[in-house]
């Protein structure tokens, strides 16, 4: 199994945390907004994490804009969002030596800096 980021080059913060990141050259690259996720590439990941919305970001614009706040969503539905837009992925999102490692937590950008290393 490859090892893998999918993250927005567009975004500072993927970019902040790849500058920061050991051994990048292990990583396989993969710009969501260029490439979107397939969903084969969803469900790998939705069985890593255990679940659609853990792969969820709360925090797009388009959440706020889709007021999906005052909706009850269910897995079916953040997997069709995060299917239908990239920027419903919680970013960046590792995977590496089959553990998948999810959004931009400094706990999460530490697990991931010892797993590279």
């Known amino acids: 199994m490859n090892n893998k980021i999918y993250y927005l ?7 902040k945390i790849i500058k920061s990141l050991p051994n990048t050259d292990r990583l396989e690259f993969h710009d969501i907004r ?10 790998e990941m939705h069985k890593l994490s255990g679940s659609y919305e853990a792969l969820f970001s709360k925090k797009a614009q388009l959440y706020k804009s889709l007021d999906l706040k005052n909706k009850n969503l269910q897995e079916a539905d953040f997997k069709k969002y995060l299917l239908e837009h990239y920027t419903f992925l919680s970013r960046p999102v590792f995977i590496i030596d089959g ?8 706990k999460n950008i530490l697990e991931v800096t010892k797993a590279l290393s």
Do not use: F, H, M, V
Request: net charge negative; with cysteine; hydrophobic share 20%.
């Open 34 to 43: 260029q490439n979107p996720i397939t969903e084969a590439e969803l469900e």
């Open 9 to 15: 080059s567009s975004c500072d913060t993927c970019r």
């Open 99 to 106: 553990k998948i490692y999810i959004g931009n937590g400094q």
